[in-house]
């Protein structure tokens, strides 16, 4: 439990960091007010969420902080991707500095509120499926989860990160920025893929669900 605290302090801490770097620095001000709003509607909720699963489910938060791929097709979706994710937030710096985009106010406060409630559906999931973890792994224990959202598609974690991602650029205000948060669910398309792959391989009882859920991430449709 303490190496996981320790771990979750650095995570936290790296995140002033990465707004510092990423997003203020491109935009040569501290004044930019968009970087604070979107950032505080994730992160107080993060604490509380933190808090919430430090004492009723550790081992979630465990898996959360794996990083690394076991899958040759996963590590280069996820070199690719955070490429793009990294463009995605540096652009709206070198927006805000040059003036490239005009997003009235109350466009930027619809896309925060977005954001808000597609993490707030994020963490619904994580309650739900407490295997949700950032690599593609089944462990030794894990079951299939068919309550929930997941009784209506199979990646319900999927559909709230990408309304997260066409937000973002809108909360940041740049019109810029939307191109490559765009592309970011093509790899999540790819990831999702490769995930069925493994799963309907590895964990016992997945390939029945897949035939009782038709549906990945959009009802009716994919």
């Not at 690599?135 to 199979?154: A, C, N, W």
């Amino acid at each position: 439990m303490k190496k996981l605290k320790i771990k979750i302090i650095i995570r936290l801490a790296l995140l002033p960091l990465f707004i510092g770097v990423v997003i203020l620095l491109p935009a040569g001000t501290f004044n930019f007010w968009h970087v604070y709003v979107y950032f505080g509607v994730l992160f107080i909720p993060m604490i509380f969420v933190i808090f919430y699963f430090l004492k009723k489910d550790p081992k979630f938060l465990e898996r959360r902080m794996k990083i690394k791929e076991q899958q040759k097709q996963q590590k280069k979706i996820i070199f690719f991707s955070t490429f793009i994710y990294l463009l995605g937030f540096i652009l709206p710096g070198f927006d805000y500095r040059f003036g490239w985009s005009n997003i009235p106010i109350i466009v930027v406060i619809t896309a925060d509120i977005i954001v808000f409630f597609s993490y707030i559906f994020i963490i619904y999931v994580f309650k739900v499926n407490s295997y949700a973890s950032r690599v593609i792994e089944v462990d030794k224990d894990q079951t299939v989860i068919s309550t929930g959202p997941y009784s209506i598609i199979r990646h319900p974690m999927y559909l709230g990160v990408i309304v997260m991602y066409l937000a973002t650029p809108i909360a940041l205000g740049s019109y810029w920025a939307i191109i490559p948060f765009a592309l970011l669910p093509i790899f999540l398309v790819q990831r999702i893929l490769n995930e069925e792959k493994i799963l309907s391989e590895q964990l016992v009882g997945y390939k029945e669900y897949c035939k009782k859920v038709k549906f990945r991430i959009i009802p009716f449709i994919w």
